[in-house]
């Protein structure tokens, strides 16, 4: 029996919080260093997860970004929420020195199957222009591979723009180098 995408969604994406710690110049979240005023609080995010059960089986997979969703606090009980709810989990982290290998081991374990990772260049000075941190491009690649040891499916997001589109193909080369 088809999907009726009118009665379900496929993906719910939620936007945990506006704390980041990069400077993206394209970032649509408007992210800032400290949690925005108005978050859902622990409280109203379960009741959240709560009502996505509503949607009945299979459920739809839950999207958690930012900001960095990382930065979200009490993010480890709101997986293990979700996850006790059979809520597939993605989550689409910064690459920030939050995102450590026992961080990402912690992840998976808690049921994270997929992560998107942002990927703006192929060659580090346009990832880097965009997204403000000196280093970024090589610790996105590092971040992609661990994620990709640990059993985490990794899908790249890349903004097109006049920056990026002539490395596009080049960008997609990596990416499938990277197994992602």
């Given at each position: 029996m088809p999907l009726d995408l009118d009665a379900r969604p496929i993906l719910v994406f939620w936007?945990?919080?506006?704390?980041?710690?990069?400077?993206?110049?394209?970032?649509?979240?408007?992210?800032?260093?400290?949690?925005?005023?108005?978050?859902?609080?622990?409280?109203?995010?379960?009741?959240?997860?709560?009502?996505?059960?509503?949607?009945?089986?299979?459920?739809?997979?839950?999207?958690?970004?930012?900001?960095?969703?990382?930065?979200?606090?009490?993010?480890?009980?709101?997986?293990?929420?979700?996850?006790?709810?059979?809520?597939?989990?993605?989550?689409?982290?910064?690459?920030?020195?939050?995102?450590?290998?026992?961080r990402i081991a912690d992840l998976r374990r808690r049921g994270v199957k997929i992560a998107s990772i942002s990927l703006d260049g192929a060659e580090p000075e346009t990832h880097e222009r965009i997204r403000g941190v000196p280093g970024h491009h090589a610790a996105t690649l590092d971040a992609i591979r661990r994620l990709r040891r640990h059993g985490i499916t990794v899908q790249v997001n890349t903004v097109v723009m006049r920056e990026t589109v002539e490395e596009l193909p080049s960008i997609m080369r990596l990416i499938r180098e990277l197994g992602a």
């Open positions: 936007e945990t919080t506006k704390a980041c710690g990069l400077a993206c110049k394209h970032c649509r979240a408007e992210a800032q260093r400290d949690p925005a005023p108005g978050e859902l609080s622990d409280a109203e995010s379960r009741r959240f997860l709560d009502s996505l059960t509503a949607f009945g089986r299979p459920r739809p997979v839950l999207v958690a970004t930012g900001g960095d969703v990382l930065a979200r606090r009490g993010l480890d009980g709101l997986l293990d929420h979700a996850g006790s709810l059979g809520i597939p989990l993605a989550l689409a982290p910064s690459v920030t020195p939050l995102l450590t290998e026992e």
